[in-house]
C-alpha cells in the first residue's frame, strides 16, 4: 500500500522488450537501498523490484501487458522522469491517502494554468463504472494525491503548490500528455455497491 506522498524522481535508463513485457531500468536517489521483490510505486504504477545495481543507483522493474495496456509505460523511452514512492511501513505516517499502486486507466491533461504561485491542471477519461471524483475528494495522478475540484463524470481539475510542482514531474506535464489515474479505493467501493 502506498499513500501518495512522492518520496523522489528517479529518470528511465533503459527499456527493454522481452516478448510481451517491458523492462525498465530506473536510476533513482534510493536504488541502494531497495531489495529485490521490494514493491515500488513508479507513476503510480505498483511493480515488484527485480534486480538492483547498488553500485550504478539502478533498479529493474518488469511491466506485463496488462500493465501495459492499462497505464502510460508503454510509452515511456529513456531520459523521462518518473514519480518514486516506496510502499508504506507498518510504522509510518499516513499523509495522503489509500493508494494501491493500481492504475484504473489513463487521463489526458488538457489545460495547465500558471496561477503566479500555483498551477491549474484539468484532467479528462473516459467515464465508466467506478471512475468517480467528488468535489475535495481524493485522486491519485502518477502517484501523487492530490485533490479534486470541478468535477464531472469524464474530468476534473487539480492545484498543485511550488513544493509538489518542484518534486513530481508535474513540472514535466504539458497539455496532451497522458498521466496514471488510481481513484478513491472508497468511491469505487461505494460506486459498485450502489450499481455506477
Not at 465508466?128 to 492530490?146: A, M, Q
Request: overall charge negative; charged content about 20%.
Amino acid at each position: 500500500m502506498f499513500t501518495g506522498i512522492i518520496e523522489t524522481l528517479g529518470t528511465i535508463q533503459d527499456v527493454r522488450r522481452a516478448d510481451t513485457n517491458i523492462h525498465f531500468t530506473v536510476a533513482s536517489p534510493f536504488a541502494a537501498e531497495l531489495r529485490i521483490d521490494q514493491s515500488v510505486a513508479h507513476d503510480g504504477v505498483c511493480l515488484t523490484v527485480v534486480a538492483v545495481d547498488a553500485a550504478a543507483g539502478t533498479h529493474v522493474v518488469t511491466a506485463i501487458d496488462e500493465t501495459l495496456q492499462k497505464t502510460n509505460l508503454a510509452h515511456w523511452q529513456p531520459g523521462r522522469r518518473v514519480n518514486l514512492e516506496r510502499c508504506l511501513s507498518a510504522n509510518g505516517r499516513f499523509d495522503g491517502h489509500i493508494v494501491q499502486g493500481h492504475v484504473d486507466l489513463t487521463a489526458e491533461c488538457e489545460t495547465v494554468e500558471d496561477q503566479n504561485g500555483s498551477w491549474v491542471y484539468r484532467f479528462r477519461h473516459a467515464p465508466g463504472p467506478g471512475r468517480v471524483t467528488v468535489e475535495k475528494g481524493s485522486i491519485c495522478i502518477n502517484g501523487t494525491s492530490l485533490t479534486c475540484f470541478n468535477s464531472t463524470d469524464d474530468g476534473f481539475s487539480v492545484a498543485i503548490i511550488p513544493y509538489t510542482y518542484e518534486h513530481t514531474t508535474f513540472q514535466d506535464l504539458r497539455p496532451g500528455h497522458q498521466v496514471n489515474l488510481e481513484f478513491d479505493i472508497v468511491g469505487k467501493y461505494v460506486a459498485k455497491l450502489l450499481g455506477k
